[in-house]
């Protein structure tokens, strides 16, 4: 029994997951900062007190922005700056008086401790301070909007600083020192380590500390581009809903839908969720072979700095290119959409009418001869015969009128 629990463990531990979890991780988070300062303590190497350093273990570190998937963070989503701190000191350290070295006796008594910690977020050129934080979840000083002024491959940094501080009553006991005692027999020198002083003062322990982190936003706009039929009017036998689709965000899922019936979804990412030994949760995306239920839908990235300002009003740049390919069955007017799902559980939608018409001849006559559906006929023009035999009259005219002229000549 234990074996097969051992199994179904290690089975679940290493499958990926569809989707990214991104609400689950937030709130497994939130509940593991309450063991966190102790999880990271008990990871900090520790070394025994002394009257010189009676620090055991002291540091400050950033863990990670929250939600993040890798290394990205989204503008939809503000994360939380997650960061941890902790120290063990010794409330009492001595130091005995050695009489034989006659060397002085130090106590240390642990007075009070500071911590001044300074966090600096940067993006864009913008710098923002969070000073003495006395919480280990933080909101990001930036907001979604500004956020959302990501260009392509833009970072935001979270550099953290600091130090403790460690006061201690110290005690010496000092001693010296007398090469001829006054306790000797009389010409007999008898050499002694004799208390002369006690002294008290405060003294500091200081303990610095650094960290820092870098994540790539996502945000901006998204740009939807209808590439077949791009007038939106197509041939029935031949029905394609094809877009290209640039944006700044990496898209793990994408869906066609063509009047309320789904034609087709594909992936091209799959999740692993897992955690650290401090018990915090993490998301890593794992690019996976394009998989479609339908094998008339394709799903593309292509990871490029691009600015397509032939379509589009703004002069934006883009990171990704996406190409999604599908085809469907249908005739008539079709309401055609496109909903795209990024990493963090954002979605983006663009809806297309599109018309997918019979062809027909003469303007009368369709290719399936059904008079009912002449709404859905492609309009063509009318043979005019008649101009054709205007052209050739025209063209035997100049003809003769050549072979008079050139015989003249000759």
């Known amino acids: 029994?234990?074996?097969?629990?051992?199994?179904?463990?290690?089975?679940?531990?290493?499958?990926?997951?569809?989707?990214?979890?991104i609400d689950n991780m937030t709130s497994l988070n939130s509940v593991a900062i309450a063991s966190l300062q102790g999880n990271f303590l008990s990871s900090l190497s520790k070394s025994l007190p002394t009257t010189n350093n009676p620090i055991e273990a002291a540091d400050a570190r950033l863990i990670k922005l929250d939600p993040s998937v890798d290394n990205f963070i989204s503008d939809k989503k503000p994360p939380k700056?997650?960061?941890?701190?902790?120290?063990?000191?010794?409330?009492?350290?001595?130091?005995?008086?050695?009489?034989?070295?006659?060397?002085?006796?130090?106590?240390?008594?642990?007075?009070?401790?500071?911590?001044?910690?300074?966090?600096?977020?940067?993006f864009i050129g913008v710098n923002k301070n969070i000073t003495d934080p006395t919480q280990l979840g933080l909101d990001l000083p930036f907001s979604s909007e500004e956020l959302s002024?990501?260009?392509?491959?833009?970072?935001?940094?979270?550099?953290?600083?600091?130090?403790?501080?460690?006061?201690?009553?110290?005690?010496?006991?000092?001693?010296?020192?007398?090469?001829?005692?006054?306790?000797?027999?009389?010409?007999?020198?008898v050499p002694s380590c004799d208390l002369y002083d006690i002294s008290s003062d405060v003294v500091s322990f200081s303990i610095p500390f650094s960290s820092n982190l870098s994540y790539?936003?996502?945000?901006?706009?998204?740009?939807?581009?209808?590439?077949?039929?791009?007038?939106?009017?197509?041939?029935?036998?031949?029905?394609?809903?094809?877009?290209?689709?640039?944006?700044?965000?990496?898209?793990?899922?994408?869906?066609?839908?063509?009047?309320?019936e789904d034609i087709g979804n594909a992936t091209a990412y799959l999740f692993n969720f897992h955690n650290d030994n401090f018990g915090i949760y993490y998301i890593e995306s794992i690019k996976s072979v394009n998989t479609s239920n339908n094998p008339r839908m394709e799903f593309k990235e292509d990871s490029v700095l691009v600015s397509p300002t032939?379509?589009?009003?703004?002069?934006?740049?883009?990171?990704?290119?996406?190409?999604?390919?599908?085809?469907?069955?249908?005739?008539?007017?079709?309401?055609?959409?496109?909903?795209?799902?990024?990493?963090?559980?954002?979605?983006?939608?663009?809806?297309?009418?599109?018309?997918?018409?019979?062809?027909?001849?003469?303007?009368?006559?369709?290719?399936?001869?059904?008079?009912?559906?002449?709404?859905?006929?492609?309009?063509?023009?009318l043979k005019k015969e008649d101009k054709i035999q205007n052209i050739i009259i025209t063209i035997g005219a100049i003809g003769v009128f050549l072979f008079i002229v050139l015989k003249k000549s000759f």
């Open 1 to 21: 029994m234990k074996y097969f629990m051992l199994l179904f463990f290690l089975s679940n531990a290493f499958a990926l997951l569809p989707d990214p979890p």
């Open 81 to 122: 700056i997650l960061w941890v701190w902790a120290e063990n000191h010794a409330d009492e350290v001595n130091e005995a008086a050695d009489l034989q070295s006659c060397t002085d006796g130090i106590n240390l008594k642990f007075k009070s401790k500071t911590l001044s910690s300074l966090l600096s977020v940067s």
């Open 149 to 189: 002024s990501a260009r392509p491959h833009d970072n935001l940094t979270v550099s953290l600083s600091g130090e403790f501080n460690f006061l201690y009553d110290r005690t010496v006991l000092h001693y010296r020192y007398l090469p001829c005692s006054e306790t000797g027999s009389e010409g007999i020198c």
């Open 216 to 260: 790539e936003v996502e945000g901006g706009n998204v740009l939807f581009f209808l590439s077949s039929p791009v007038l939106r009017e197509q041939w029935y036998l031949n029905n394609k809903f094809n877009n290209i689709v640039f944006s700044n965000r990496v898209f793990y899922k994408s869906s066609a839908n063509v009047n309320g």
């Open 310 to 381: 032939q379509i589009e009003l703004n002069n934006d740049s883009f990171s990704y290119i996406y190409q999604i390919n599908s085809t469907y069955n249908g005739i008539g007017k079709n309401n055609a959409s496109l909903v795209l799902v990024d990493r963090f559980s954002n979605t983006f939608e663009i809806k297309e009418e599109i018309t997918s018409r019979f062809l027909s001849f003469n303007g009368n006559i369709n290719e399936n001869v059904r008079a009912d559906q002449d709404p859905v006929n492609r309009p063509s023009l």
